[in-house]
């Protein structure tokens, strides 16, 4: 899979980094020559330009890319370069960073966005994630407003402990799409029983998050 990461700061680096160590071919780009350097990332390709211009993405061929990720520290240029990846390019996939939550709005299909990843919000919900027993938490949203990625830890007392997971009147728009049980990933199936201290995962539609809560005894 070919990726084009625009920002080539700390976060475009590890992104490039950790997409090359499974394989992918990727390409940072940054106008700022200060943060070209090829020594942190050899095996990357790198291009001096400048993302939210035509011309730069004609020479970084992003037609040819399968996944944009707009990750500069700068959230205008993140939905420029998003909106372009999209329209002129047609790329499938695009993922932009949020660095600051006030703009979060912003960061939906209009402009190109597939998936938002706000570092603040994605910090804050692991915190909750790691000391929350029984509460929903929305760990990440994509094609904001739309879909999000919830996870809630079932408690000892869960009015669906002992339940199958195919008995379950699930809430319209929700999808299970994994159990994390005593280390293991569990793909779901319909006569999977639910336990105390499960941590499930949902995909699930924003209007049904306090439906898909009550359901499962959330606080």
Not at 55 to 68: F, G, I, N, Y
Not at 202 to 213: C, H
Request: aromatic share 4%; hydrophobic share 45%.
């Amino acid at each position: 899979m070919r990726v084009a990461i625009a920002g080539a700061g700390a976060v475009g680096r590890s992104i490039a980094q950790e997409l090359l160590e499974n394989g992918h071919e990727v390409l940072l780009i940054d106008k700022s020559p200060k943060a070209i350097k090829v020594e942190m990332v050899p095996r990357a390709e790198w291009l001096l330009a400048d993302a939210c211009e035509i011309a730069s993405l004609d020479d970084a061929a992003l037609e040819r890319c399968q996944v944009v990720v707009a990750s500069s520290g700068d959230d205008k240029v993140n939905l420029v370069v998003s909106l372009l990846a999209k329209t002129e390019y047609g790329v499938p996939r695009v993922v932009a960073r949020i660095n600051h939550p006030k703009n979060e709005w912003l960061f939906n299909e209009s402009w190109g966005v597939d998936v938002a990843v706000s570092t603040p919000r994605l910090l804050s919900a692991l915190v909750e994630e790691a000391v929350s027993v029984g509460d929903l938490v929305r760990l990440m949203t994509f094609r904001q407003g739309e879909a999000n990625l919830v996870e809630l830890t079932l408690p000892e007392d869960a009015p669906l402990g002992g339940e199958r997971v195919g008995s379950v009147s699930w809430p319209r728009d929700t999808a299970l799409v994994a159990i994390l049980r005593e280390g293991r990933v569990l793909v779901p199936a319909a006569d999977d029983t639910l336990e105390a201290g499960d941590e499930l995962m949902f995909v699930a539609s924003q209007d049904v998050e306090d439906e898909l809560a009550e359901l499962l005894g959330a606080r």
